[in-house]
């Protein structure tokens, strides 16, 4: 089992910057791909980035490219959502994710509890 805890959610204004973390504990050497997610109000959790932990490569939601940036702190085993530039549309709970599996979008293993990201206007 893999245990992931996300911390760094707030309340920021359009424009602004936030990071998110996530850390893993338990079996992270299962781990092979880590993600993060979204899920606004009345709406369906969506792809926000993913990044393979070995070699670090990333792939992003178009609607989040040029603006986040996800990275990894392989000795902390931690993995971050730099977000800028952010807007009201970017309001959602934020879930981190992690996957034993050369996973992007779907078939993540292991969720976090999620952390509150609103934006106003």
């Known amino acids: 089992q893999v245990q992931l805890v996300e911390s760094g959610g707030g309340l920021v204004q359009a424009g602004d910057s936030l990071r998110l973390s996530c850390v893993a504990s338990?079996?992270?050497?299962?781990?092979?791909?880590m993600g993060w997610f979204r899920q606004a109000p009345g709406k369906e959790r969506e792809f926000v980035a993913a990044l393979h932990w070995t070699t670090g490569s990333t792939y992003y939601a178009d609607s989040v490219k040029g603006r986040f940036t996800i990275s990894r702190d392989k000795l902390k085993n931690a993995v971050y959502l730099q977000m800028n530039s952010m807007n009201p549309e970017d309001t959602a709970v934020y879930y981190c994710?992690?996957?034993?599996?050369?996973?992007?979008?779907?078939?993540?293993?292991?969720w976090g509890q999620g952390t509150q990201v609103t934006i106003s206007p």
């Open positions: 338990g079996r992270t050497f299962s781990i092979y791909t």
């Open positions: 994710a992690a996957s034993r599996g050369d996973m992007l979008t779907t078939g993540y293993d292991y």
